[in-house]
């Protein structure tokens, strides 16, 4: 999309160049955030068509993206906006009224503003047929209205590439002038907060993450040498190194954490254009959208809660007439939630829709041979079937479902960051899905313990406490593993025999109790260590599919230990009937 330029000489050209360029790159997130705020405006003003304050938003995000993009030469996309925002001027005047059918034309044009800074970005060839005829529709739409003069070029844009040979070079102190002007309106747009606070690549960020992960290892090394040598002064000093150390990592992961709420606002047109589509009535609503998340944990999170917002509306809401029949409100609503629990953030997906079907399920497991036909199952565990890949209960295979893709992919998502996947529906009320996901991925708080010559982690928060294994208190029921913990008994298994673990076990061993979701699990260790600060590294290719590891971390002595999956060995035993739900 390169504009042709009038003569220059070479030095004042590669100047210009250097600044424009630097303008795009200072403009590249700035933009796709604006394209966000757009397309949830757009959704709420389609909700209360006649409410000014959404109109004067839609209407000034429109103007930004036109001035900016004029400043970065994108003058293809200025254009664009310009003929969008000239509509919502009218708007705002009360000539033309907000309807569905502009609605929908404004957020296609969204989408087609969002190609276009794809394929700038990407030094691609733009679509400008698709542009032209978005145009021709909103004139139609408005009945051939034109909104304000013809777009010219925002203020200072000419100075830096001329449209035609008829503009001569600009100077470069035009060009810095322009500059300055379009940096001082984006810190009037943005306001106060603006001077108090800096945009920073994600790229510097997770250097500084593994930079401090890597301090965090070798802290940990100085406080076991103090230790060895057992000299006062030296364990002062690592003790002191090991609180700044810990303030540090602290202070560097909240700078990750972000509010879930720039993710949930996404949704929004999902469900929009899924229910049109399906011929249903559905809300979404959120709640908690403050709640901070680490950034990564953030970005691999938006696959999975789409798939279960698609599930929710394509198998739980029913159609209008259905709902009326049964007596509920003709429209039907999802609510996405998070709320902080402990060092875990809980995202549930709840839908009023008609809740899983346990005989259809059923016999969907039967018939794939998952289960017996004469089976004795809980609900719960019947719910479990769908996360299997390949399982779908539809009859017919549609763009949207039948293809069993979905839940399983859901899983695997979710066990990759360490969360739990949690069901629970009520046939006729509604179903909801909860994710357990850990605050950070990056460093955790441990607690070691060994098996023979082996240490293993598990991650602290979910450890409630630690017992004694001894004939007295542990017993078996079939093939299953109990202790009886205080009058409370709590199914075990053995990570001696899970990992093959050569050599005897000691005469005492201890069990770990954790909290593998609403199920409290023991696992049995040799001997316990304690706490410790863990950072967290992946596998190699080779170990990468390992059942039961989710990664490993350096010791202060500089052996490995690996970091337990608990989820996942949770599902593994109950896979084999070993562990009881």
């Given at each position: ?46 909700k ?12 000034r ?22 003929e969008?925002?000239?509509?919502f ?19 296609l044009?969204s ?19 698709r ?46 002038t ?36 890597e ?37 560097a ?27 249903k ?38 159609r ?74 539809a ?33 006729g ?21 060994k ?37 409370h ?15 005897e ?11 593998a979701?609403?199920r ?7 001997a ?14 080779f ?39």
């Amino acid at each position: 999309m390169e504009e042709s330029r009038g003569p220059m000489n070479d030095e004042s050209d590669d100047s210009m160049e250097r600044i424009v360029e630097k303008l795009r790159i200072t403009f590249k997130e700035e933009a796709y955030e604006l394209l966000a705020e757009l397309e949830a405006t757009l959704l709420e003003l389609e909700k209360s068509p006649a409410d000014s304050e959404s109109i004067n938003r839609a209407f000034r995000v429109l103007h930004t993206i036109k001035g900016s993009s004029g400043m970065c030469a994108f003058y293809d996309i200025a254009s664009f906006a310009h003929e969008i925002e000239a509509y919502f001027d009218l708007v705002r005047k009360g000539e033309i009224v907000v309807t569905k059918e502009l609605i929908d034309l404004t957020i296609l044009a969204s989408d087609q503003l969002t190609n276009l800074f794809d394929v700038i970005y990407r030094d691609g060839k733009a679509d400008t047929e698709r542009t032209e005829q978005l145009v021709a529709l909103f004139k139609k739409q408005t009945s051939g209205k034109t909104g304000t003069r013809a777009y010219s070029g925002p203020r200072g844009a000419d100075l830096l590439l001329p449209l035609n040979d008829e503009k001569g070079p600009a100077g470069n102190d035009k060009v810095q002038t322009a500059s300055t002007e379009q940096q001082d309106a984006r810190e009037q747009r943005q306001g106060a907060d603006a001077l108090s606070s800096i945009r920073v690549a994600t790229g510097k960020l997770d250097s500084l993450v593994n930079l401090v992960g890597e301090l965090v290892t070798v802290q940990a090394r100085l406080s076991q040498t103090a230790l060895t040598f057992g000299n006062s002064a030296l364990q002062s000093i690592a003790e002191e190194v090991a609180r700044l150390t810990a303030d540090l990592r602290d202070n560097a992961m909240s700078i990750r954490m972000l509010p879930i709420g720039t993710t949930f606002s996404k949704f929004k047109r999902v469900v929009r254009d899924l229910s049109a589509e399906l011929g249903k009535e559905i809300d979404l609503t959120t709640d908690g959208g403050e709640t901070e998340l680490d950034k990564t944990v953030i970005e691999k999170l938006g696959d999975p809660l789409v798939h279960i917002i698609r599930n929710s509306i394509d198998h739980g809401i029913e159609r209008p007439d259905e709902r009326m029949a049964a007596g509920k409100p003709r429209r039907g609503t999802i609510h996405l939630s998070a709320l902080h629990s402990g060092a875990h953030v809980l995202i549930r997906v709840r839908d009023d829709g008609a809740g899983l079907d346990v005989e259809k399920i059923r016999a969907t497991a039967v018939e794939r041979g998952l289960l017996r036909i004469d089976a004795e199952i809980t609900a719960q565990e019947l719910w479990r079937f769908i996360l299997t890949p390949g399982f779908s209960t539809a009859k017919q295979v549609t763009g949207i479902s039948g293809r069993g893709v979905g839940m399983d992919v859901v899983k695997k998502s979710i066990d990759a960051i360490r969360g739990v996947l949690e069901i629970s529906s009520e046939k006729g009320v509604g179903t909801t899905i909860t994710l357990k996901l850990p605050l950070t991925l990056a460093i955790i708080d441990g607690f070691l313990t060994k098996i023979g010559a082996d240490s293993y982690i598990f991650p602290l928060p979910l450890v409630e406490e630690c017992v004694e294994l001894t004939r007295d208190n542990a017993f078996s029921k079939g093939n299953r593993n109990l202790i009886n913990v205080r009058g409370h008994i709590v199914p075990y298994i053995r990570l001696r025999e899970q990992f093959a673990v050569n050599g005897e076990a000691p005469l005492i061993e201890q069990i770990v109790i954790t909290n593998a979701g609403k199920r409290r699990v023991g696992l049995v260790v040799d001997a316990i260590v304690g706490q410790h600060q863990t950072v967290l590294k992946s596998l190699g290719a080779f170990y990468r599919d390992v059942e039961g590891i989710s990664g490993a971390t350096l010791l202060g002595d500089g052996t490995v230990a690996l970091i337990l999956d608990i989820p996942k060995l949770v599902s593994m035993a109950e896979q084999y009937r070993e562990v009881g739900v």
